[in-house]
């Protein structure tokens, strides 16, 4: 991967979260243990969200993302549509990035999960130039969930900027 694309496929890159090989070589995320039944599954929500997004976005394969049962509608509409843009230049994440330290924070029928993640080891690869994104380390992330009442299952519904006492 060499010189600048351009900021917009830099920025995509950067809001996609940056070694080589066509599949992911990290475990498949872990979510700490909770006694609340709603934690757990809204943590779980997220842990297959990023599954989903590590296999399309290193398969290039953007038109099988499934994130049906993981997103609301609006939020999936703006992916599709980002994805598309990312296959017409034949776009796609290679490594994976890691992930730990999932926890969620449940008020009522909103849900916010956080998760530490390093994206250093997620790269890319496209038909122009890829400008590495400087290595971060370990950094929160943090999704906002919802559910209409306490028997729906959650869904993201965005990111949320990651409440302070998170450190990674």
Do not use: H
Request: net charge negative; glycine share 6%; hydrophobic share 40%.
């Amino acid at each position: 991967m060499s010189k600048a694309i351009g900021s917009s496929v830099v920025l995509t890159l950067v809001l996609l979260a940056g070694c080589s090989g066509d599949e992911p070589e990290s475990p498949p995320p872990t979510s700490a243990p909770s006694s609340d039944p709603s934690e757990a599954d809204a943590v779980a929500v997220v842990e297959d969200y990023w599954a989903e997004r590590i296999r399309v976005e290193t398969s290039g394969a953007y038109e099988t993302a499934d994130f049906l049962d993981l997103v609301d509608t609006s939020l999936a509409e703006s992916m599709t549509a980002r994805y598309a843009s990312l296959a017409q230049g034949n776009f796609r994440r290679v490594g994976a990035p890691e992930l730990r330290d999932f926890s969620a924070a449940v008020t009522g029928d909103t849900a916010v999960v956080t998760v530490c993640l390093n994206e250093d080891g997620w790269g890319a690869k496209a038909d122009v130039d890829v400008e590495d994104a400087p290595d971060r380390g370990f950094f929160a992330s943090a999704y906002q969930l919802e559910r209409s009442s306490g028997d729906d299952p959650w869904l993201i519904v965005e990111s949320a900027n990651a409440p302070d006492r998170v450190t990674c």
